[in-house]
């Protein structure tokens, strides 16, 4: 089995089940990542689980690290930690593991990165909107922590769904992004407003509903299409499906190395 090489330097939960990991590699150096990457990390199968874990659905040979990818959330100029925004799956192998970490506590992380999920291939006066459900996010924070400020001449908007406001993370430092740069528009949905012990004034409702009522090309001002817009989508593979599918219908083109389009996808699982 490798060697645990990585130590957890902090561990922030924003909500129940959903925390934000910083981990260090030990005697090694974190290998340059362009943002939108991931990094795998993995425990042994004798690493306790959350008590408030379930019965995992399948379980790996006793002799073999548990590994699964995660995005990158932290800025390519990071070079003392990679940050993870993580969900915990109640019954999966890695993340009740991974969720039990203290601060201090070692773990494996991969000293390579991987992906094309990346502002690369895309001109710089492209405009640019992100769509995640939930951890989705992740590889947003890493574009946006590291070219924000850089590139100029280009809008960009993060429309992000979660169940409640508190499950929104990085909600505070987005907010503060659209302070502090007017290409940037930060557009929260959540689709359980009943269970909100504050009344939520913002939009409610799935991602689906953001584009069809055009809230980005109300924010921005300017009509969204293919030849000025380029659209990533990441989290849940239903929520990726379903919104190529409408992008499809709208005139965008699924893009790939070798056949450049408009619409770019991760999906988590
Ligand atoms: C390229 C890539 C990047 C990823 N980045 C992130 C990230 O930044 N943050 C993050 O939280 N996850 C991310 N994931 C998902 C991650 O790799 C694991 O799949 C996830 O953490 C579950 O691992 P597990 O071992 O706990 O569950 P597993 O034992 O692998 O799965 C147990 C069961 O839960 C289901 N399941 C798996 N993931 C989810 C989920 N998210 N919601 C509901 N059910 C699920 C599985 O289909 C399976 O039925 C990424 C996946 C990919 C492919």
Known sequence: MEALNAVLQQKIEVAPG?????????????PDFRPGQYCPLGLPPSAPRVPYSEPPEKEGPADQLIKRPYSIASSSSQDSYLEFYIKMVPNGALTPRLFALKNGDRLWMREKVFGMFTLDDFPKDR????????????????????????????????VHGALNSWDLGYRD???????????FKYIPMISAPEKEPVPWHGHVGFLDLAWKMNYVDQAWGLKVTPENTVIFLCGHPMMVSGMEKLLI????????????????????T
């Open 18 to 30: 959903l925390c934000i990991f910083r981990i260090a590699p030990l005697g090694w150096s974190l």
């Open 173 to 183: 430092e987005l907010v503060l992004m659209e302070r502090f740069c007017s290409d």
């Open 127 to 158: 405009n640019v909107i992100f769509f995640a459900t939930g951890t989705g996010l992740s590889p947003y924070m890493s574009m946006l922590r590291s070219h924000l400020m850089a590139d100029s001449g280009r809008k960009w908007a993060v």
């Open 249 to 268: 219908e709208s005139g965008f083109t699924p893009h790939s190395k070798k056949t450049p389009g408009s619409v770019i996808k991760e999906s988590f």
